[in-house]
C-alpha cells in the first residue's frame, strides 16, 4: 500500500490508491505507531470508509487506530448533509460509548488506606459484567423519557445527579430528534434493567490520583489539582445500542440495491441521511446515545452514594463532574460553511477554545478529552485545541488503542496473575471474570503516553492533567 | 469443527461441516464456549427453546441464529447446549435449541457482517463471522 507523509505525523494513502475511493485516507501517528497500525488490516479499512458515498475531505484515523469491522476503530468520517450517507457501523454497535469523569474533593494521600473500601463500596454498588442486570428499573414511559431526552430526565424526575452534572456533559447529555419508536421491541428489551450498569468487555470504573498538571490554567477550569483522587466510568449504551445498530445494518444492508451504493464491506451498510432509513437510524442513534448518557450519569450517582459511605456527605456532595464525552457516535456540525454528519468511531469530539458548544466553565480552556489508558497505566485529561477543526473535524483520538487480539492476551498472562501484579502496584482491583481481566492486560494495549504525545504534536489537542490509577473496578 | 482466527479488537470465528444446517450446529457449540467459561456441563439442560428465523442470504441467517441464541443468553438467562432439530427452507430456519440457565460471563455483544462468509467448499461448507465482544 502506497503510504505518503504529509508531514512528521501524518500519512496519506492517496484518493488514487484504489478505483473505489473518493477521498484520500490519511493517519495521524508517529513511525512507532505507523509500524503498530500496518501490522493489522486499520488501513485497508480506512480505505473502505473513503469510499462512502458523500464523505468529504478524508477518511481520518487517530493514532490509536486498530483493526474492527467495517471501519477501524479510531477512525473519522464526515458525509455532507442532507444527501451524504450515514453508516451505523461507523457509530459502531456501543451507540455513545464514553467516558465521564469525576473529582473527589479528597487527596490520594489523605484516602489513604480507605481506598480500598471505596473500590469495594464501588463494585457492591454499581453493577458489573454480563447481560440484564440489577440497573435502574423504569416503566416503559419513562425510559421512553430517558431516551428522549436523555440525563436531564434523571435529574428532574428521579432526583439522581444534578443538573451541574448535564451541563458538564457533551451535548447536555442530550441528542436532538431522538425517537424512541425507532427502537425495536428486542432493543428495548435488551436495554431494560441495563441504565446504570457497567457491562463487560473494556468497560469499568477507575479511581486515579491527579499524577501531574500540565496545564494549569486549563485544570483549574476543570476543577482538577494535583494530586487530587477522580473517579473515571467507562461505558455506553449497552445490550439496548448493540440492538440498535444490529437492526440498522440489517435494514440497510437489505436497501443498498435500492439505493444504488456498492460497498467493499457489508459491515459498512449505510443509507442516506435524508432516507427513510437514514433518518430513522439517526433518530434510533439520539436515542441510544440518550440511554448511554443516561448510564453514565446514574453510575456517577452511584460513584456519589460510594462516595457518602466512605468519606460522609459533605465529600459526597463535594463531588464535581468534570465532563463526560462520546467516542462512538454521528452529529451533525457545521465546519467551515458545510454542515455535515461527523462519524466518530472510536474517537472523541476536541473543540477548541471558544467553542459556543462548551460549558461556560471550559470555554476558555477547549474541551475536556478523557484518554483512558489500559489499565494499570496513566489516563490523560487533554483540552481541544484550534488544530482540530482545521484537521480532523474537530476531533481526537478515544483511548491507547489495542495492538493484541483477546485470545493471545490470555495466553500471555492468566487474570490471577495480573490482578497480582496490578495490586503489587498498589492498584485495588475488583472483577468478576479472570478472563475479562486478562484481555484487558496492560500489554494488550498501545503506549498511551505516545499516543497522545502524537494528538498533542499534531495541534489536535493539548495535555491537562495525567492521571494514575489507584483502584479499577472491572466490568 | 470450528475456530477463531486472531482478531485485533473482537473475535473472528470459522466453522466447517459436511452440510448447512450443521454448519449451524458447529456454531451453537462455538457460542455454547463463549458463553461458558468452565466448559460444558455434565449433562444437557432441560430448557428447550424454539428458533425461527428468515433472512436474505445464508450468511446473514447464520449471523441472525448466532445473534438469537446472544440475546436468549443476554435476556433469559438461557445457555445453549446443544440442537436437538433444525431445518433449513427458503430463506429461512426452524430449530429447537436444549440448555439450561445461567449468568454467562461474556456475552456476544453483536454479530457483524464484517468479511461475513458462507461457502460451498470441496468437502462441504464453510462459515465465517466476527462477533463484537
Redesign the interface.
Known amino acids: 500500500m502506497e503510504l505518503r507523509a504529509l508531514d512528521e505525523l501524518l500519512w496519506e494513502v492517496p484518493a488514487t490508491g484504489r478505483d473505489d475511493m473518493r477521498v484520500p485516507a490519511r493517519v495521524f501517528a508517529d513511525a512507532q505507531l505507523l509500524a503498530d497500525i500496518r501490522a493489522d488490516d486499520s488501513l485497508v479499512q480506512l480505505q473502505n470508509v473513503a469510499t462512502l458515498p458523500g464523505i468529504v475531505g478524508a477518511a481520518l484515523a487517530m493514532p490509536d487506530i486498530h483493526s474492527g469491522y467495517g471501519f477501524p476503530v479510531g477512525a473519522v468520517a464526515a458525509t455532507g448533509l442532507p444527501d451524504g450517507v450515514v453508516s451505523p457501523g461507523g457509530v459502531g454497535y456501543d451507540i455513545n460509548c464514553g467516558v465521564r469523569l469525576l473529582v473527589l474533593p479528597v487527596d490520594a494521600a489523605e484516602l489513604g488506606a480507605r481506598t480500598e473500601k471505596l473500590v469495594h463500596e464501588l463494585f457492591r454498588r454499581v453493577p458489573t459484567g454480563t447481560g440484564r442486570s440489577d440497573g435502574l428499573q423504569l416503566s416503559g414511559r419513562e425510559l421512553d423519557r430517558v431516551l428522549r431526552d436523555g440525563a436531564q430526565v434523571l435529574v428532574e424526575r428521579h432526583g439522581i445527579g444534578t443538573g451541574d452534572d448535564v451541563v458538564h456533559t457533551e451535548s447536555g447529555g442530550r441528542l436532538p430528534g431522538a425517537d424512541p419508536g425507532r427502537l425495536s421491541e428486542r432493543a428495548r428489551a435488551r436495554g431494560s434493567g441495563q441504565l446504570g450498569t457497567v457491562g463487560s468487555g473494556n468497560h469499568f470504573i477507575e479511581l486515579q490520583r491527579v499524577e501531574r498538571i500540565f496545564d494549569a490554567g486549563a485544570a483549574r477550569a476543570f476543577g482538577l489539582r494535583d494530586g487530587a483522587v477522580t473517579a473515571m466510568i467507562h461505558s455506553g449504551s449497552r445490550g439496548l445500542g448493540h440492538q440498535v445498530c444490529t437492526d440498522y445494518v440489517k435494514r440497510m444492508d437489505a436497501a443498498l440495491g435500492r439505493h444504488g451504493i456498492r460497498l467493499p464491506d457489508r459491515q459498512l451498510s449505510c443509507a442516506p441521511a435524508s432516507s427513510p432509513e437514514g433518518e430513522a437510524y439517526l433518530a434510533a442513534m439520539a436515542a441510544a446515545a440518550n440511554f448511554a448518557w443516561s448510564n453514565r450519569h446514574a453510575m456517577a450517582h452511584d460513584v456519589r452514594e460510594a462516595v457518602r459511605r466512605v468519606l460522609g456527605d459533605g465529600a459526597a456532595a463535594a463531588t464535581r463532574q468534570v465532563y463526560d464525552v462520546a467516542h462512538n457516535v454521528a452529529k451533525r456540525e457545521r465546519h467551515g460553511d458545510r454542515d455535515l454528519l461527523v462519524h466518530r468511531k472510536g474517537a472523541t469530539r476536541a473543540f477548541p477554545p471558544g467553542h459556543p458548544e462548551l460549558p461556560a466553565r471550559h470555554r476558555d480552556a477547549g474541551q475536556a478529552v478523557f484518554i483512558p489508558g489500559s489499565m494499570g497505566t496513566s489516563s490523560y485529561v487533554l483540552a481541544g485545541r484550534p488544530g482540530s477543526m482545521e484537521r480532523s473535524f474537530g476531533t481526537v483520538c478515544h483511548g491507547a488503542g489495542r495492538r493484541m487480539s483477546r485470545t493471545r492476551a490470555r495466553k500471555e498472562i492468566q487474570g490471577g496473575e495480573l490482578r497480582r501484579r496490578l495490586e503489587a502496584d498498589g492498584i485495588v482491583v475488583r472483577s468478576h471474570s479472570d478472563r475479562g481481566l486478562a484481555e484487558e492486560a496492560p500489554f494488550a494495549y498501545k503506549d498511551v503516553d505516545r499516543v497522545v504525545g502524537v494528538v498533542e504534536r499534531a495541534g489536535l489537542a493539548a495535555r491537562v492533567a495525567e492521571l494514575r490509577p489507584i483502584g479499577v473496578v472491572k466490568g | 469443527m470450528h475456530g477463531?482466527d486472531?482478531?485485533?479488537?473482537?473475535?473472528q470465528l470459522w466453522v466447517t461441516a459436511p452440510t448447512e444446517p450443521e454448519v449451524f450446529g458447529e456454531a451453537l457449540r462455538a457460542v455454547a464456549e463463549i458463553l461458558s467459561?468452565n466448559g460444558p456441563p455434565a449433562a444437557p439442560g432441560r430448557e428447550l427453546r424454539e428458533i425461527a428465523l428468515e433472512a436474505?442470504d445464508r450468511g446473514?441467517l447464520l449471523a441472525d441464529w448466532i445473534?438469537e441464541l446472544a440475546?436468549l443468553?443476554?435476556?433469559d438467562?438461557f445457555v445453549p447446549d446443544s440442537l436437538e432439530a433444525l431445518e433449513l427452507a427458503g430463506k429461512g430456519l426452524r430449530a429447537r435449541v436444549r440448555g439450561h440457565f445461567g449468568?454467562?460471563?461474556?456475552?456476544v455483544?453483536?454479530?457483524?457482517?464484517?468479511?461475513?462468509r458462507f461457502e460451498r467448499t470441496d468437502d462441504g461448507w464453510r462459515a465465517q463471522v466476527?462477533l463484537?465482544?
Open positions: 477463531w486472531e482478531h485485533t479488537g473482537e473475535l467459561e436474505g446473514v445473534g440475546f443468553a443476554e435476556t438467562a449468568r454467562p460471563p461474556h456475552l455483544k453483536a454479530v457483524t457482517y464484517h468479511d461475513l466476527v463484537d465482544v
